[in-house]
């Protein structure tokens, strides 16, 4: 079992910065992908970047309201924590942001843990 906490969210002005932390505990941190998803009110989960378990290889979503070149995951593998630094917010930024722990190779990684998720809200 890995169990995953999510810290950081909170309510940030457009424009803003936040970093969400993930902490692991349980079983071997360093061997799973670690992924970040978020859920926006009244619409499906989506994922929004995922990094490697050695942390060589990141991936960021590609869809229409893209974070890629805003968002920047990252692991410290000694800390068991993930990352998700957030930079130049949006309002369509605010959801509840979930991280992840996977296994097996990008983009056919099997999320089995789940954090309990972490509230950002992004003002106009």
């Known amino acids: 079992q890995v169990q995953l906490v999510e810290s950081g969210g909170g309510l940030v002005q457009a424009g803003g910065s936040l970093r969400l932390s993930c902490a692991a505990s349980g079983r071997t941190f360093s061997g799973y992908a670690m992924g970040w998803f978020r859920q926006a009110p009244g619409k499906e989960r989506a994922f929004v970047a995922v990094i490697t378990s050695s942390g060589r290889n990141i991936y960021y979503a590609d869809y229409a309201d893209s974070v890629k070149g805003r968002f920047t995951i990252s692991r410290d593998n000694a800390k068991n924590t993930v990352y998700l630094q957030m930079n130049s917010l949006k309002p369509e930024d605010t959801a509840v942001y979930y991280c992840?722990?996977?296994?097996?190779?990008?983009?056919?990684?099997?999320?089995?843990?789940w954090g309990q998720g972490t509230q950002v809200t992004v003002s106009s």
């Open positions: 992840a722990a996977g296994s097996g190779g990008y983009p056919s990684i099997n999320y089995d843990y």
